[in-house]
């Protein structure tokens, strides 16, 4: 009799999660609103990113045109695919003091996986993912960017604060 | 030529008298076969065509995704674009297949969806052969596809098509049992085989109100056992493309993969039809015994617009499970049907023919 009863309750039980999930489709089928799919060249303008997107690396400058990289390439070291090439200077201060500074900050975009352990690394949070994502050349040579712009500076910790 | 969208016999008869006098009979035979042979072809291009768009649409909306929609607006066009694709791709020459069965396979899957079209009544008129013995007619014809499917899957010389076709060949042994006893349930009700008559004896009542519990019983019994005869999901191991890439029709190319790719969907189409001829009254209009101006009003709905109505929205109940279940492995699927579906229905024939003895039904 048990087994019977088993039998049963299998039988319904299996019936109402399979109408169960029925019923999920079949709302999803009748609210075309659910639908999450962006229709990318369409929405273009209002497209918008999330804050986590990894597009492309970027270096932030002030209005000083002043960015916080100190060329200690730890960033360098620390990339997988050689993607970064952080080439510095050696300048002199007033006081005659010997200071390494951050000549040109290579970035092969067509090399970059996007991990991301660059940015992990930093320890002065001088670079950081942006959004942009349509990076589509015509040439190859156009992957290879710098991403300290001319005649840019180190901000000093004074003026940070 | 008296035309009616209502009734197409005086038609269909004014053509065959006109061919009689001025053709011998044997030609005038020829000439009807052929035109009915290029109907069902085109009948064929334009269904197939649709269903397969009708499939993507409704499976993007229920997985929130919005379907093809670039090719025309909202995508009309992408089958016909899919299908040029299919027709100028390299058909593959597989070096260690057998070539005789591997080139003859997709014509049996097929000639077997053909043969078993031909018996389907599309409206009054719109049918092309009227067997006394129809159900069963169209039960064996629909179930040769799968010779097609296991020589497709032994010639390829390849071990995904040949457990594909296996896969099939145990699936279709068990659940050709669940159909045929679930079609008896019905031919019990009715006490005929032949198409045209069940139609008919659905003029007041469809099968489904008149046989109420153990027609509904044996309705969802076939719409399952006929999901799992057309190797469609949540029945589709025959082909799993997780598990066996695309299981029988792996070394298929171009317009021999076309082909399996339309008998599918056409083998769904001609199963839907069955159910709307079975159990939902075919071409016959929706009436309610007694409200006479509501079936009148009902009357004013071309037959064939009833029937291909009916045949939609089973094809859509097909879809809507195809995309809510997950496939079952094979051991699931046999204890499915051999546990529960052949029990039920045995059961489920027992109390028909006490609803029918008894005089239980409407």
Not at chain 1, 135 to 150: C, G, R, S
Not at chain 2, 102 to 112: D, E, G, S, T
Not at chain 2, 314 to 325: A, D, P, Q
């Amino acid at each position: 009799m048990n087994s019977i009863i088993k039998y049963l309750k299998d039988l319904f039980g299996g019936i109402k999660t399979l109408l169960t999930g029925m019923m999920v489709t079949g709302y999803y089928f009748v609210h075309p609103k659910e639908i999450v799919t962006q229709q990318y060249p369409e929405n273009r303008k209002t497209l918008v990113m999330l804050d986590r997107f990894k597009g492309e690396l970027v270096m932030p400058h002030d209005e000083n045109n002043q960015h916080k990289c100190t060329a200690c390439s730890i960033c360098e070291i620390n990339c997988p695919n050689g993607t970064i090439e952080v080439i510095s200077k050696q300048t002199e201060t007033e006081d005659g003091k010997k200071k390494k500074e951050l000549d040109t900050y290579i970035y092969k975009l067509g090399m970059c996986t996007f991990c991301g352990l660059c940015v992990k690394v930093c320890p002065q949070d001088a670079i950081e993912f942006s959004n942009e994502f349509e990076h589509a050349v015509f040439d190859k040579e156009k992957l290879t960017k710098t991403l300290n712009h001319p005649g840019s500076s180190l901000k000093s910790k004074q003026t940070a604060q | 030529m008296a035309f009616s969208i209502y009734d197409l016999t005086a038609f269909n008869q004014s053509i065959h008298e006109a061919l009689v006098q001025n053709l011998s009979p044997f030609w005038a035979l020829i000439v009807e076969m052929t035109i009915i042979g290029l109907v069902f072809l085109l009948f064929y291009a334009i269904v197939g065509l649709f269903l397969v768009y009708a499939e993507r649409k409704i499976c993007g909306f229920i997985q929130n995704r919005v379907g093809p929609n670039r090719v025309g607006p909202y995508g009309i066009f992408q089958t016909i674009a899919d299908f040029i694709k299919l027709l100028m791709k390299e058909l593959i020459y597989i070096k260690n297949a057998d070539k005789f069965l591997f080139n003859l396979a997709p014509f049996i899957v097929i000639i077997a969806s053909f043969m078993a079209i031909a018996a389907i009544p599309f409206g009054l008129g719109l049918h092309a052969i009227d067997f006394n013995i129809g159900v069963l007619y169209v039960m064996a014809v629909s179930s040769l596809g799968v010779i097609g499917i296991l020589l497709a899957g032994w010639s390829s010389n390849n071990k995904y098509s040949l457990i594909g076709a296996m896969r099939s060949g145990a699936q279709i042994v068990s659940y050709e049992l669940s159909i045929g006893l679930s079609l008896v349930t019905i031919v019990i009700l009715s006490g005929s085989m032949q198409l045209s008559t069940i139609v008919e004896q659905q003029r007041n009542c469809w099968f489904i109100f008149s046989g109420h519990i153990p027609a509904f019983i044996a309705f969802v019994i076939f719409l399952i056992a006929s999901t799992a005869e057309t190797n469609r999901g949540p029945f589709d191991l025959a082909e799993a493309e997780s598990e066996l890439t695309a299981g029988f029709h792996t070394e298929y190319s171009g317009i021999k993969f076309a082909f399996f790719f339309l008998a599918e969907y056409m083998n769904m189409f001609i199963v839907a039809s069955m159910a709307a001829t079975l159990f939902w009254g075919g071409w016959m209009p929706f009436h309610i015994p007694g409200l006479t101006s509501f079936n009148h009003v009902m009357d004013f709905i071309p037959p064939f617009f009833w029937y291909m109505g009916k045949t939609m929205v089973v094809i859509f109940l097909m879809m809507w499970f195809k995309w809510t279940f997950p496939r079952l492995r094979i051991d699931q699927l046999l204890k499915l049907e051999w546990k529960f579906l052949l029990p039920i229905n045995l059961f489920n024939i027992v109390l028909m023919a006490l609803v029918v003895l008894m005089g239980w039904h409407l």
